[in-house]
């Protein structure tokens, strides 16, 4: 792993974007992508940039149970407003929280991403450890598949809900299996919240309660941290 220390977010964003530009010049054609607070600066980035995005595939890594395209609280209409409607992509894949058959949309999924193989995975970090929406204890060899959240989680995420008992209790994500078979990963850690996950993840054993913990195993990893993430790292 390729560990960068940055003083905020906003300086974050600009190393993830600066490393999508080499990533794009390499030859990159399908980008992995995440909600969240985490990657805000980096479409921010991406949008205030001349970069064109209009032949690339993107591929995000999860999606509510239950939550509409259209709903305001639905990753569809956050990657909307913060990127795709600024930054019209060839096609924005993600997974339907309206399906009428989740085990399909699942499998569906996956044939999705086994036709655009990502080459660039955006990757924000739960305060448990949790990658996409894999809580911790999730399998390391899963694919897309719907997830019971953590209670963490849901409180985690509250936030962006108007109380929490609005926040979705399941979620579809991508699973770990695929989100390893991206070329290459850049994971974004910022604030104090992040720090136990950040040093489990880098320091810690690989372990399937700290799903973050497998990326040690992936060749091509850039973390971002600021100082406040990254405080308990040894180095
Ligand atoms: C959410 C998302 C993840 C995200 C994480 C951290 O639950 N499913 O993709 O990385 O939690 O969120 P934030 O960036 O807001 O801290």
Redesign the pocket.
């Known amino acids: 792993m390729k560990i960068v220390t940055v003083k905020n977010q906003i300086e974050g964003g600009k190393v993830a974007f600066e490393a999508l530009k080499a990533a794009l010049a390499d030859g990159a054609k399908t980008l992995g992508l995440?909600?969240?607070?985490?990657?805000l600066a980096f479409y921010d980035a991406v949008v205030s940039s001349d970069l064109d995005l209009s032949a690339l595939t993107s591929i995000n890594?999860?999606e509510y149970v239950g939550l509409d395209g259209a709903d305001a609280q639905s990753?569809r209409h956050f990657m909307a407003v913060h990127l795709f409607d600024k930054k019209p992509f060839k096609e924005n894949f993600l997974p339907n929280g309206k399906a009428a058959d989740l085990s399909a949309e699942t499998a569906h999924y996956d044939a999705i991403i086994a036709a655009h193989p990502i080459d660039f995975q955006i990757?924000?970090?739960?305060?448990n450890g949790?990658?996409?929406?894999n809580e911790p204890g999730t399998s390391f060899d899963v694919t897309t598949h719907v997830v019971d959240?953590a209670e963490s989680?849901i409180k985690?995420?509250a936030r962006f809900f108007e109380d929490e008992s609005q926040v979705p209790k399941q979620?579809i994500?991508m699973g770990i299996a695929s989100i390893m078979k991206s070329k290459q990963l850049v994971l974004m850690a910022?604030?104090k919240?992040?720090a136990e996950a950040l040093k489990g993840m880098i320091e810690g054993e690989i372990t399937e309660e700290l799903p973050a913990s497998i990326l040690q195993k992936h060749e091509n990893v850039l973390v971002i941290a600021d100082s406040e993430s990254a405080s308990l790292l040894n180095q």
């Open positions: 995440a909600t969240g607070s985490t990657p890594l999860d990753y990757l924000g970090i739960g305060q949790h990658i996409g929406f959240l989680t985690a995420n979620a994500s910022f604030g919240e992040k």
